[in-house]
């Protein structure tokens, strides 16, 4: 990876790193966040590093001092210092694309990947009971394989789940569907369906070309 994807001049290294914490933070909140691999405490430093650049930055765009330069000049070092083991450490694949990279502005060493087979069985998964309303998914690869291994080149595992009034026939009747990255995956469930079965089948799936795995059986659990 070239050492100089991050931009030096001002304006354009807010752009990059404000584009950056942003796609980082879409992929990383919500109800069921897309990418679960980085911890909170190293999104949090991301953030506060962007947070005391902008600042900085903010006082040089109208009239200044040296000092208001010098710390606008030493917050855009911490925020290097901050991105480059960031993007080292937690942006590469999986589960990170080379199309989340590209939209982030990140330099890929690879633009033609070998084509990724489809794995021929479906995850192996148990589901265990995590509290009120809330059921986790624990897949790996094979029977025997350890837990939350994957087959080579998959991301992880599409989980598609459902509180139907009856057992369902087909994995294609589960309406419900979440990313499924690391293990166990929480899924949390409405206060009117604790008490209830909720059914799952899952498919290995990668998310840089679509190639999927058969489903797996479905499986049940009763919402806690």
Same mark, same amino acid.
């Given at each position: 990876?070239?050492?100089?994807?991050?931009? $030096?001049?001002?304006?354009?290294?807010?752009?990059?790193?404000?584009?950056?914490?942003?796609?980082?933070?879409?992929?990383?909140?919500?109800?069921?966040?897309? +990418?679960?691999?980085?911890?909170?405490?190293?999104?949090?430093?991301?953030?506060?590093?962007?947070?005391? +650049?902008?600042?900085?930055?903010?006082?040089?765009?109208?009239?200044?001092?040296?000092?208001?330069?010098?710390?606008?000049?030493?917050?855009?070092?911490?925020?290097?210092?901050?991105?480059?083991?960031?993007?080292?450490?937690?942006?590469?694949?999986?589960?990170?694309?080379?199309?989340?990279?590209?939209?982030?502005?990140?330099?890929?060493?690879?633009?033609?990947?070998?084509?990724?087979?489809? #794995?021929?069985?479906?995850?192996?998964?148990?589901?265990?009971?995590?509290?009120?309303?809330?059921?986790?998914?624990?897949? &790996?690869?094979? $029977?025997?394989?350890? &837990?939350?291994?994957?087959?080579?080149?998959?991301?992880?595992?599409?989980?598609?789940?459902?509180? #139907?009034?009856?057992?369902?026939?087909?994995?294609?009747?589960?309406?419900?569907?979440?990313?499924?990255? &690391?293990? #166990?995956?929480?899924? =949390?469930?409405?206060?009117? $369906?604790?008490?209830? =079965?909720?059914?799952?089948?899952?498919?290995?799936?990668? =998310? =840089?070309?679509?190639?999927?795995?058969?489903?797996?059986?479905?499986?049940?659990?009763?919402?806690?």
């Amino acid at each position: 990876m070239s050492k100089d994807y991050v931009p $030096d001049k001002d304006a354009a290294f807010d752009t990059f790193f404000k584009n950056l914490c942003q796609y980082v933070n879409a992929k990383c909140t919500g109800q069921d966040p897309e +990418w679960t691999h980085i911890p909170a405490g190293s999104l949090t430093a991301l953030n506060g590093a962007y947070a005391d +650049w902008y600042t900085a930055y903010a006082v040089t765009v109208k009239p200044h001092t040296k000092v208001d330069t010098e710390a606008k000049n030493d917050a855009k070092a911490a925020g290097k210092a901050v991105i480059r083991p960031f993007v080292n450490q937690f942006l590469r694949f999986p589960p990170v694309t080379n199309e989340d990279r590209t939209a982030m502005g990140i330099p890929n060493k690879d633009t033609k990947p070998s084509p990724v087979q489809p #794995p021929e069985e479906g995850p192996s998964y148990s589901i265990m009971q995590m509290g009120p309303g809330a059921l986790g998914i624990v897949y &790996r690869n094979g $029977d025997k394989g350890k &837990r939350g291994s994957k087959p080579k080149g998959m991301t992880g595992a599409e989980v598609h789940y459902g509180v #139907p009034s009856a057992p369902p026939e087909d994995q294609e009747e589960l309406p419900g569907m979440v990313w499924a990255t &690391r293990v #166990p995956h929480v899924i =949390r469930f409405r206060e009117a $369906d604790r008490g209830k =079965r909720a059914y799952f089948a899952l498919k290995w799936s990668t =998310r =840089r070309e679509k190639c999927e795995s058969p489903w797996s059986e479905i499986e049940s659990e009763l919402v806690p």
